[in-house]
């Protein structure tokens, strides 16, 4: 009797937060803590899933990941070079400023800083000139037909503010104090931040000030969201069971059916905008882990081919990743601009043509080699590496398997010290230039070509398209030459592409938080029902 | 007295040197900061600046002696990963694992002496062997197995208590502390039982031994013998006999025990030293690593300095200064 008297009376207690109309609370959960409150200092996921609460750019992302108007309601290219904006009248942020273009150039300019880590996207920008108050101009270096894409991710910031704060550059590292963006914010978003205990809890509050809340489809009930890191996977699964937790981002996937059976537990599944892949060293004349002696079997096509169908994709689906995944042969999921579905295709598993392939190329004994391996990047990344090890030394290339975790693996590959190594490219401004500049460009010093190119994959045509993207400003034109990369990469294999990585996201069943493929959720969308 | 504490505190500096300079040549091996913080987007000439600017270019001595004098400063430096003054974020987190540490130390000591004595007296009692079964599951359980053992049971199956966090604190001063709060106790039991299961179990063996050692002795016989009633031979003779090692494994296994807070704090989310620990290991962030084994040696010599304090107050040789006459 007594110990129901209890539990009821922990029922009414639990109950009521929902029950009122006030105060709705969602108590969110992930792995990661954000490392900083700074708008320009991480361009890490932990760090903008909190901040895409509190901070927005000029233009906002749809649920789909289109455009749509921000803190700027409208944009034009006047001429190549030069981008208008015309920004939002009426908008204050959260300590009662106004906004206004000082505002919006003091931000872009901040995110040019040296130590900003979101100059990716604003690489193109020469300056922002402000017109009138509510009216800014971006000029560009180079014609830039994807500005707008780049823009939708560079927070703005208030000057004012900023200024008082002594926070006009992003945080320094070297610095002996605190910047006082690490712990607190000042932005124009459909929520305010109230607590920042780093590691323990984050609390941001609804800000009923916010212009959106107008705007058909921004239909969030919440009041109050919750976020509190819980590193230990088994944990997070746990908090979500007993309901001390209503939502978490990053469920693990062994633990995905239990959740789905669970009543009150819903699963969403998604893909990501992240494709995961193996690159090669296709440079050196030698390579520094393989007992071939004088020659680069991988500058050979024909064993990056017989690499390449030597891969069960299906089982690394299905058994690996327990069919959270969606295999790809190209380099760049459908969500990113210049997408094609011709050339996602892959060469198919075929293990005795693998070997032929290899005879062919001269390694009829195959040949070893050293897998670099990432162990807490991706999902399952070890796990993946150790399945496609074995299958490559199924068809005569013994591969011993590297695995380390991600503060070892990155200096290792960037210091090109490797031969073949697994890596996850995601694509923050859904434009297919940013993974084809970075990843496939031959290293040439210019700004962002080559930069994560560590195999030192290089041809002529492939640096010429590249170009061509870059500065072509009508979209068909740029998008077939998009898409005649990808055929030559294809042909090239520069890579092996193994698949977009699937985001399962977990909440309690009354919740509502509509899935996204950046895995970014936007709270002003999302509900306690 | 005063010497003794003296010379053993000179003997601790070279430990401490000893200390720092082996986990700052660890760093070489941990990774680079620099690639986790730059993130996805950088040139080579911004990660030069940064590698510059954290003086990670220099070599190994010159970090070395800029580190020390600065640790005299009483300055660790900003941690990489959080941006903050990495003595605010030690000062911070210390509260909680002290609680939790000492909560844990106390569980064992409380619930492991009795049950020592207990089982030391009454060997064959079916009681006994329960201890002695449960007491082989403590010691062979890792601790995280353990955690997730009670989260389910308690937080998911029953749920009674919160599976993680600290609950509501309050603060002191500086101090944060979840002791006088219902929801900070309550979200204290399962990490206290996780940590101190372990020592609980220890402790009860070793009482349990050094009972049965001692109550074989002559002047155990002796007191029964003058008609002492049982509970002055148990507790005043013999239990206080079977004392000194108890303390110096307790003392010993107070270190352990907030070296092992680590894996217990990451299983409940519990926003102590541990944990920042543990991530900073993930992130290469060497600043908070360095404070942290420091701060660990520092509290391993002075735990060992009590330990050797409370000798002289239960070992009467030690006090008289006589050597061996053994016994009253």
Redesign the interface.
Known sequence: MRTRALAAA?ALALAVPYTSAEARTLRWSAAGDP??M?PH????GTVTKILNQIYEPLILRTRDLGLEPGLATAWRQLEPTRWRFELRRGVKFHNGNDFTADDVVFSIERALA?TS?F??FVDTVQSAVKVDDFTVDVVTKIPDPILPNKLASVYIMDREWSEANNVRQP?????????HT??NTNGTGPFRLTIR????RTVMVRNDQWWGWNVPGNDSNITEIVY?????D???V??L????VDFVLDPPLQDLERLKRAPNISVLEGPEVRTLFFAMDVKRDELLYSNVKGRNPFKDLRVRQALYHAIDIEAIRTRVMRGQAIVTGTLFPPQVNGYTKEWDKRLPFDPARARALLAEAGFPQGFEVTLDCPN?RYINDEQICQAVAAMWTRVGVNTRLNAM????F??KI?REDTSIYLLGW?VPTLDALYSIQ?LLATKDGR??NG??NYGNYSNPRMDALTETIKNESDPEKRNAAIAEAMRLYHEDVPHIPLHHQMIPWAMRANITIPHMANNQPYMRWARVN | MLAFILSRLLQAIPVMLTVSLISFAMFAYVGDPVTIMLGQDYTEAQREALVRELGLDQPFFVQFVEFLENVLRGDFGLSYRLGRPVADLILERLPATLELALTAALLALLVGVPMGVYTGLYRDSWLSRLFLTVSLIGVSLPTFLIGILLILVFAVILGWLPSFGRGETVAIGWWTTGLLTWSGIKALILPAVTLGLYQMTLIMRLVRSEMLEVLRTDYIKFARARGLPDRIVHFGHALKNTLVPVITITGLQLGAIIAFAIVTETVFQWPGMGLLFIQAVANADIPIMAAYLILVALLFVVINLIVDLLYYAVDPRLRSGLAATSGR
Do not use: H
Request: overall charge negative; proline content about 11%; charged content about 20%.
């Open positions: 922990a490392n900083t700074d200092s991480q361009n890490l040296p880590n100059g990716i945080q320094n590292t070297r610095a002996r104090e605190e910047t690490v712990r205990e780093p590691d323990v509190r890191p819980i590193a230990s088994a944990t997070r746990a908090a069971l007993s309901g001390e807490n975790p991600l503060a070892q990155f200096p960037q995601g970075s700004p962002g930069i994560w």
